[in-house]
């Protein structure tokens, strides 16, 4: 992923995650230019901060990717946990389902958006579950299952601190 945003320069910048988030299909419509630029603007807030230069290095998604992930699957020391998927996987996806579809996960973020970002709920869930798909339907078929968020995880982790993986 980091590779199709930063189209193989080592960094993205904002304008490489606008083509992005455009590429993935956010924005159009009358809104379009402005859900981009919030989806943007969310982006680079959570990736671009050491240092915050406007440019996000692989270093720095490795570090903060895991804010993009549901803050219920952090534990006490904000780490990944991979014993919480089970049960934020069937919070998405409803009870007794095997693969949660992109309504799922923008339902599931839509519900989570809190203060001053409210507003923009409908857009950040949009731009999210798009994210989402991307990052985490390997075949193509617009369904999530639980062992590609248990492997997105694994992944993080061991990028992070390899110590960690088992
Ligand atoms: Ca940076």
Redesign the pocket.
Known sequence: MFDRVSQNTG?IDRPAVVDYLKKLGVGGGLLGGQKVNKGADAFMAK???????????WE?FVAESRQLLPAQLRDGQGRLNPALIPQVFSEIAGTNKSHATRDDIARYVAGRVTGAAAMFAGTIADASSKLALDALDADGDGKVQQSDLEHLVSDINAQIDPSLVG
């Open positions: 960094s990736l671009d901060t050491s240092p915050a230069d406007g440019k996000v290095t720095e």
